[in-house]
């Protein structure tokens, strides 16, 4: 496919085409980007905002002081085939991001410091990037199993994450420490050029079939992602021109994509965490872009982009935790990009996004460049107060949160989730239950392990996080759900009033069992009373095996009495009693131990899972409670 053809079969407009019409063309933005010396919307070293940084960056001195002189890390062959012999992809990946991290701190240190030293260690930095084999992560190469190698083929470079990501890296190093590079390092810049034309810009051009632009329908978190930092490698690194305005045409296009693929509400099906690299990429893209193009290209008239905004502060359960689905973690990292949320919700006026926004300053600086750069130029944010808003139900994912009181994690907020299990980075979870005290959660959702060959392969539902039965939801005669879009809930119905919170599904289409006709879960916070009850009802054709609910729990587990467990959670949040009529199921107790470091850092050394065994009745019902211990 052609160039002109490529730039044709992406144009299908989304919200932003639609409202940026020929201005967001090729042509169009050939008259509006501004220079590459000015394209990006951070200083220059030397300018007053790094010398105003500088006591932001006490632990990146620590860091950068203690590794200098010392040999960077090593991304070596035998790490990069490791994915291929064992799975384990986390050697090599591990490797590059601490390379990549290392340089985002020298690049730091240099603008803040001027000093020669710094400039040297940003320089050796870079020119290992530019003769790193691959930018590519071993578990997106494209081209070794075709070939039957475990090493990339560096004439056919693959356009992914990785890739993009080192790609951007050198563009904001570029434009930060440009003039010094070239005083002390003559010719580097024109080596990250080239590097990064042939590796990243060319590709992305040149190829239509790259699985993560979503011209096949399924768009998710890549696109926005990749996207975003060709644009930035693009405006900085190709020269203004013809080529210069297509790659930026196109990355918008997919930016673009991306946006229409979200349903109305902005809600993300990856999850929360998922949502700081999908449509916070794009939002750090449609930033940039409205920069290079001195605000004639301005997102802020987009509905979704005013929705998606609103999205974290929606499900933020308390402190630093939040409602997590499919692959994304209770506890994300410290180091998120806050002030993309503030600085949008600031503009668009949505207050309740602002002020999460703003009382959740990160811990660290992002050891990703771009971002360490726009949050250390970023001053103007004060301390605030997190919303913590009484509830909301987001239709487009079929996710609700409801708390007992607006304002305050102080007693017991439930969310609930319908959709299906074709979801982006998608856990077997229909109909499955969070409920949390204080902002704790008590009736938990594992999230992920480490990933590795296995988490995005045939083999993904073999990972016990990934199944049903280690989440809230039944398991039905003997059977978990089943993966796919078609497993899914139906006829969901939503109340949500001053004194209850209640969702309403069938989950029956969820499972592949064929003499189920219906099993309705009901799942309501009574505000008032201060209680959950999670009610379960199904209709069979006959009579059969037994069916079991299970429920995740999270911290320390004891059972004074049948028919009752009190658990203490994590973070010394109050204890919650989970009750049920005793000689309405068989109750027992199963503990995982936790190993996995995505997963100890969550909830600690172990979970527990309830487990009540109903009766094999053709009807029935049967119902759990969780209040406030005493």
């Not at 144009?11 to 220079?35: E, F, H, I």
């Not at 949390?436 to 009736?443: F, S, Y």
């Not at 936790?594 to 109903?614: C, H, S």
Request: glycine fraction near 10%; charged fraction near 25%.
């Amino acid at each position: 496919m052609t160039n002109t053809a490529i730039g044709s079969a992406v144009r299908t407009a989304g919200p932003l085409l639609t409202a940026w019409g020929a201005a967001a063309s090729p042509a169009g933005l050939a008259g509006l980007l501004v220079s590459p010396d000015l394209a990006l919307p951070v200083p220059v070293a030397g300018a007053d905002v790094w010398e105003r940084a500088a006591d932001r960056l006490a632990a990146v001195r620590e860091q950068a002081e203690a590794e200098r002189d010392t040999p960077w890390p090593r991304p070596l062959a035998s790490r990069y085939a490791r994915f291929f012999r064992d799975g384990n992809r986390t050697e090599y990946e591990s490797q590059v991001r601490e390379r990549q991290a290392r340089l985002t701190r020298a690049v730091l240190m240099a603008a803040v410091s001027g000093q020669d030293a710094w400039l040297d260690e940003a320089a050796d930095g870079i020119v290992l990037l530019c003769e790193q084999s691959s930018w590519c992560w071993p578990a997106h190469e494209e081209t070794c199993r075709p070939r039957g190698t475990v090493l990339p083929d560096v004439t056919s470079p693959c356009l992914d994450l990785g890739a993009a990501d080192v790609a951007a890296q050198l563009a904001w190093a570029d434009h930060v420490l440009g003039a010094w590079l070239d005083r002390r390092f003559p010719g580097l810049r024109e080596r990250v050029r080239q590097e990064t034309r042939v590796r990243v810009l060319d590709p992305f051009v040149q190829r239509d079939d790259w699985h993560w632009l979503g011209l096949d329908g399924d768009v998710h978190n890549w696109c926005p992602w990749i996207c975003g930092n060709v644009l930035v490698a693009a405006l900085r690194l190709t020269e203004p021109g013809d080529l210069r305005a297509l790659q930026v045409s196109l990355a918008v296009a997919g930016v673009d994509r991306y946006l229409a693929a979200l349903p109305d509400d902005g809600s993300v099906d990856e999850g929360y965490e998922y949502w700081w690299n999908g449509a916070c990429r794009a939002l750090e893209a449609l930033d940039v872009l409205e920069h290079a193009t001195s605000g004639a290209l301005d997102a802020a008239v987009v509905p979704v982009v005013r929705e998606t905004v609103r999205f974290p502060h929606r499900m933020h359960l308390g402190g630093p935790w939040y409602l997590n689905l499919a692959d994304s973690r209770a506890r994300p990292p410290g180091d998120l990009p806050w002030h993309v949320p503030y600085r949008w919700a600031r503009r668009l006026g949505e207050h309740d996004a602002a002020r999460h926004a703003a009382s959740q300053r990160p811990a660290t600086v992002p050891d990703e460049l771009g971002r360490a750069l726009r949050q250390l130029a970023d001053t103007g944010r004060q301390d605030a107060a997190p919303p913590l808003i009484a509830g909301v139900w987001l239709p487009g994912t079929q996710v609700g949160l409801a708390r007992t009181t607006g304002g305050t994690a102080h007693g017991l907020a439930l969310a609930v989730k319908g959709g299906h299990n074709g979801e982006h980075h998608n856990h077997n979870d229909v109909g499955s239950v969070v409920v949390a005290l204080d902002g704790v959660p008590v009736l938990a959702d594992p999230g992920r392990p480490t990933y590795t060959a296995q988490t995005f392969g045939p083999e993904r539902y073999s990972i016990w996080t990934m199944q049903s039965d280690w989440h809230n939801v039944p398991e039905v005669r003997g059977t978990p759900q089943g993966p796919g879009e078609r497993y899914a809930a139906r006829h969901a119905e939503v109340v949500d009033g001053p004194d209850r919170f209640e969702v309403r599904l069938d989950l029956a289409a969820a499972y592949p069992v064929p003499e189920l006709e219906r099993w309705w879960r009901r799942a309501a916070l009574d505000r008032a009373g201060a209680r959950v009850t999670i009610e379960d009802a199904w209709s069979f054709t006959g009579d059969g095996g037994a069916s079991v609910l299970h429920f995740v729990l999270a911290g320390q587990v004891e059972q004074p009495a049948p028919g009752r467990v009190v658990v203490r959670p994590p973070d010394g949040a109050r204890a919650a009693v989970v009750s049920w009529d005793p000689d309405g199921a068989t109750a027992a107790l199963t503990v995982r131990t936790l190993d996995d470091p995505m997963l100890t850092e969550v909830w600690g050394e172990r979970l527990t899972r309830l487990e009540l065994r109903l009766p094999g009745t053709a009807r029935g019902a049967f119902e759990v409670r969780v209040e406030v211990g005493k």
